[in-house]
C-alpha cells in the first residue's frame, strides 16, 4: 500500500500550532503504528522559509509544485486571513489541490481560505470560536456550526481553533485506521482522543480561569463539584457577596457569558464524561450533574452540540 500524501499549506503569519499540531499527530502515528507511513509536505505559495505568527520559520516547498493524487489537504489559519484570502495564487491553488485530494481539511481560521476558494458553498464547517460570526458575515452561504470541535460535511473536514487541529487529526487517523489506532496515537501525545463539548464551552470554562474578582473565582471552583446545589442567580451571587444585579454584570463581564450559560456548560462536561467514561443510567447522569430530568439534559444537549446523550455514548463512549 503506497504512503497517504498529506500536503499542509501555510502562508506569512500562519499560526505554527495550526500546521505542527497535525503534523505531530501523523508523525506519531507513523511512527507508533503498523500502518502505511503518512507522507506529509509544507507548502506555501512561493516556498521556502515562512515566518509564523510566533516568530518561527518553517520550511515549506512552492504550492505550484504540488501535482498528482493527494490523500489530505490541510489548510492552517493564522492572523493575516484578509491578506491570506486576497492572494489569488494561494486560493486558486488550494481550489486545484482541493480537486486532486480525498479529502479535504482546514484548521482554525484555514476555514476563510476553503471558503474563498468556493469549498464550503453549501456546506456544514466551523473555525475559530470568535471568528465563526465574522466568517458567516462574509460567506453567507456556508452554515456556521460555532460550537462544534470539529465539522465533517462529506469529504471537506473542518476544526476549531488552534489546538482543535490535533482533534482534527485524530479523527482522520481514526477515519482511517479505527479509534483504536487514533487512542494509541493520542495517548503518546498525552491528549484526549475526542474532548468532551463543544469549543464554546472550553472558551467559557478557560475564561472563567481568568476572572479577576476573587469571590467570583472561589465560586467558579466551588461550582464544578456542587452541581446538584442551587445555582440561580440569587444563590451564587449572595455565595459570591454581591447584588443579583451586581453579579450578573460582574460575571459577564470576567466570564464573557451568562451566569446560566456557564452552569450549563460546566453541566455538560460533567454530563459528558460521564456518558463517555461509565455506564451509568441516563437518570443517574442527569441527576448527578444538576440537569434534574434526562428530559433537561437532552434538551441541553440537541441545543449545544446538536446531538442527544445516547448518540454521544454511543460515538464516544467506551467500548
Known amino acids: 500500500m503506497s504512503e497517504p500524501r498529506i500536503v499542509i499549506v501555510g502562508f506569512p503569519s500562519a499560526q505554527i500550532l495550526d500546521i505542527t499540531g497535525p503534523?505531530?499527530?501523523?508523525?506519531?502515528?507513523?511512527?507508533?503504528?503498523a500502518i502505511p507511513r503518512y507522507d506529509t509536505r509544507l507548502v506555501s505559495t512561493h516556498g521556502g522559509p515562512v515566518l509564523s505568527t510566533s516568530g518561527l520559520e518553517f520550511a515549506?516547498?512552492?504550492i505550484d509544485e504540488v501535482v498528482g493524487e493527494i490523500?489530505?489537504?490541510?489548510?492552517?489559519?493564522?492572523r493575516d486571513m484578509d491578506?491570506?484570502?486576497?492572494?489569488?495564487k494561494l486560493v486558486d491553488n488550494i481550489r486545484r489541490l482541493a480537486s486532486q485530494s480525498r479529502r479535504v481539511t482546514s484548521v482554525c481560521s484555514?476555514?476563510?481560505l476553503l471558503a474563498a476558494a468556493g469549498l464550503l458553498d453549501g456546506r456544514r464547517a466551523t473555525t475559530h470560536w470568535a471568528e465563526c460570526d465574522m466568517l458567516a458575515r462574509a460567506y453567507p452561504e456556508v452554515s456556521i456550526e460555532p460550537d462544534s470541535i470539529y465539522v465533517q460535511d462529506g469529504n471537506v473536514?473542518?476544526?476549531?481553533?488552534?489546538?482543535a487541529g490535533i482533534d482534527l487529526a485524530l479523527a482522520l487517523v481514526a477515519d482511517d485506521h479505527g479509534r483504536t489506532a487514533a487512542a494509541t496515537v493520542a495517548r503518546r501525545l498525552v491528549v484526549y482522543l475526542r474532548r468532551s463539548g463543544g469549543q464554546a464551552q472550553f472558551s467559557?470554562?478557560?475564561a472563567a480561569q481568568s476572572a479577576n474578582h476573587e469571590p467570583l473565582r472561589d465560586l467558579l471552583d466551588w461550582v464544578p463539584d456542587n452541581l446538584t446545589a442551587d445555582l440561580?442567580?440569587?444563590a451564587m451571587a449572595s455565595r459570591a457577596h454581591l447584588s443579583d444585579r451586581q453579579f450578573s454584570r460582574v460575571f459577564k463581564s470576567e466570564v464573557g457569558i451568562t451566569p446560566a450559560e456557564h452552569v450549563e456548560a460546566v453541566r455538560m462536561e460533567a454530563a459528558c464524561g460521564l456518558l463517555e467514561t461509565t455506564l451509568m443510567a441516563m437518570e443517574e447522569i442527569a441527576r448527578a450533574c444538576g440537569f434534574g430530568t434526562p428530559e433537561t439534559m437532552n434538551r441541553a444537549f440537541r441545543r449545544r452540540l446538536n446531538t442527544t446523550p445516547s448518540d454521544h455514548r454511543r460515538h464516544f463512549g467506551a467500548a
Open 110 to 112: 484555514g476555514a476563510f
Open 71 to 78: 490523500d489530505t489537504l490541510v489548510v492552517s489559519g493564522g
Open 23 to 33: 503534523l505531530e499527530v501523523f508523525s506519531t502515528a507513523s511512527r507508533f503504528l
Open 232 to 234: 440561580s442567580i440569587p
Open 157 to 163: 473536514w473542518t476544526s476549531a481553533g488552534v489546538t
Open 83 to 88: 491578506d491570506a484570502a486576497r492572494d489569488s
Open 60 to 62: 515549506t516547498t512552492p
Open 204 to 206: 467559557a470554562l478557560l
